[in-house]
């Protein structure tokens, strides 16, 4: 058996499934892959798959983890051929970037993640509301849900902020904190400004450019046509298969 960490990307319509489906199209790029997933015990076994921090609906992604087990015992020479047969059966709208061993379970918890939308609002106006955000002693939105409502405090979670131009709209980027007591929502960071901006809190163009995870080591990309290793991990990159 052998844990490993995938490293992968979505856009286009894939953007709009969620989660369970997500995770169900891993899966099944794994076994068109022709790699087999280890299970696990109990009367009803399942794949040993998980994607640390579900993605919200309707959001592309830059850089996703999946934590899976495999059958196999993977030598870290394998890394560069088992990336390229996990690109060859990708479903449209996912890329794999990049695929690392790691010597036991890897349990990764999300310390912070950046994101960026596009508001539909010229960019000295949103620069106005993000000012008045930073500024606000407390901005607080109440979540609800079928087990009842909560108040929840966007600043605590809510990191950098920043505008830019994108064409007549804004591009807004954002990092969101994440702690035991969970995090902020992108759309609720989105209606916060979007009540500043007087316009409709329409998300749009939601990208999830990054996570930071506590419990991992740095992944940065390895250089093209090698393979990086340390005491814990090997990377293979996308310039694996580019030789």
Not at 38 to 63: E, I, N, Y
Not at 90 to 119: D, H, K, M, S, T
Not at 133 to 158: D, H, I, N, Q, W
Not at 188 to 212: H, K
């Amino acid at each position: 058996m052998s844990w490993w960490l995938v490293s992968f990307a979505r856009d286009g319509a894939a953007r709009y499934i969620s989660h369970l489906d997500t995770m169900r199209v891993v899966q099944r790029t794994f076994a068109r892959a022709d790699i087999e997933l280890a299970l696990s015990q109990g009367m009803r076994p399942k794949p040993r798959l998980s994607l640390p921090l579900p993605l919200p609906t309707g959001a592309a992604a830059r850089d996703e983890l999946a934590v899976v087990e495999v059958v196999e015992k993977t030598p870290t020479a394998a890394l560069p051929e088992r990336l390229r047969a996990l690109r060859a059966a990708a479903a449209e709208g996912f890329a794999f970037e990049r695929l690392a061993l790691v010597e036991e379970r890897p349990r990764p918890q999300a310390a912070a993640a950046a994101y960026e939308c596009r508001l539909r609002a010229p960019q000295a106006a949103v620069e106005a509301a993000l000012a008045a955000f930073s500024a606000a002693p407390e901005v607080t939105v109440v979540r609800r849900s079928p087990k009842g409502s909560r108040t929840v405090e966007l600043k605590k979670y809510v990191g950098e902020l920043s505008a830019s131009p994108r064409g007549v709209d804004t591009k807004v980027c954002f990092t969101l904190r994440y702690g035991p007591g969970g995090s902020a929502r992108p759309d609720e960071v989105v209606g916060a400004l979007s009540s500043r901006l007087g316009i409709e809190p329409v998300v749009l163009d939601l990208v999830r450019v990054g996570v930071r995870w506590k419990g991992l080591r740095p992944r940065p990309p390895a250089p093209a046509g090698k393979v990086s290793s340390g005491e814990a991990t090997g990377l293979a990159d996308k310039g694996d298969d580019e030789q």
